[in-house]
């Protein structure tokens, strides 16, 4: 899997919009972007994924630059229950079988405060 | 839906013991894996399962753990004997399916300590 780049910490308010940045220069036309988080003392978790379009789901967004070398996670009203490790985690489309693993790095710390 | 299952959720042993670790996946995903988290880093993957073969081992410490998942649905990884570096937390995770868009689900995981 190709190397992604987080910021180790980041801070927010709650009720404001946050911008989790991802720098991945090296990836590959068919790497997908995931991200997942990981809540103190629990499992990591599913947030989103995208290729080269922005994605929304429920729980978040997904910029992605026009040229694919960084993406931005968007929590649109951070709130206390945020507060986790974000990891943003490429893998190829074109591999199946072992290259489905999840390859984490350190991700970003988010804090949350009142 | 449940999720997947984990036990125990804390353990702790001595040098030397071993230890066994168990997880029952999601219904019907095909796709077993087992992390192992060292505080302050990433999960990492040990082994990989789909159905009861093993794809992928290439970093589990085969001299000491080994994991077997039997009939394709619960699976277990065993620690013995465990050395002081094997401290971590154990994930066990599930997926429907092996390609990149499958999303993985996470247990809550077994803290492992050895004193």
């Known amino acids: 899997d190709a190397k992604t780049t987080q910021p180790n910490s980041m801070e927010s308010n709650e009720e404001e919009p946050v911008h989790l940045p991802c720098n991945h220069s090296?990836?590959?036309?068919?790497?997908?972007i995931h991200w997942y988080r990981q809540l103190p003392s629990q499992g990591p978790e599913y947030v989103i994924h995208?290729?080269?379009s922005n994605v929304n789901n429920r729980m978040a967004s997904l910029a992605i630059a026009e040229d694919r070398k960084s993406s931005t996670l968007i929590l649109h009203r951070a709130t206390l229950r945020d507060a986790a490790v974000y990891y943003c985690?490429?893998?190829?489309?074109?591999?199946?079988?072992?290259?489905?693993?999840?390859?984490f790095g350190t991700g970003t710390r988010l804090q949350v405060t009142l | 839906e449940a999720g997947v299952a984990q036990s125990p959720r804390y353990k702790i042993i001595e040098k030397r013991q071993s230890v066994a670790f168990w997880c029952n996946p999601i219904s019907g995903h095909a796709t077993l894996y087992w992390y192992q988290q060292i505080l302050g880093q990433g999960p990492k993957l040990l082994i990989q399962f789909q159905n009861n073969g093993v794809v992928d081992d290439s970093q589990l410490p085969k001299d000491r753990f080994s994991a077997e998942r039997l009939k394709g649905v619960d699976s277990t990884l065993k620690i013995q004997p465990a050395k002081l570096e094997d401290s971590a937390v154990y994930l066990c995770a599930s997926s429907p399916g092996t390609g990149p868009t499958y999303e993985q689900y996470f247990g809550p995981g077994t803290r492992l300590t050895v004193t």
């Open positions: 090296t990836i590959s036309g068919t790497d997908y």
């Open positions: 985690i490429l893998r190829d489309l074109l591999l199946t079988g072992t290259a489905s693993k999840l390859t």
């Open positions: 995208g290729l080269t």
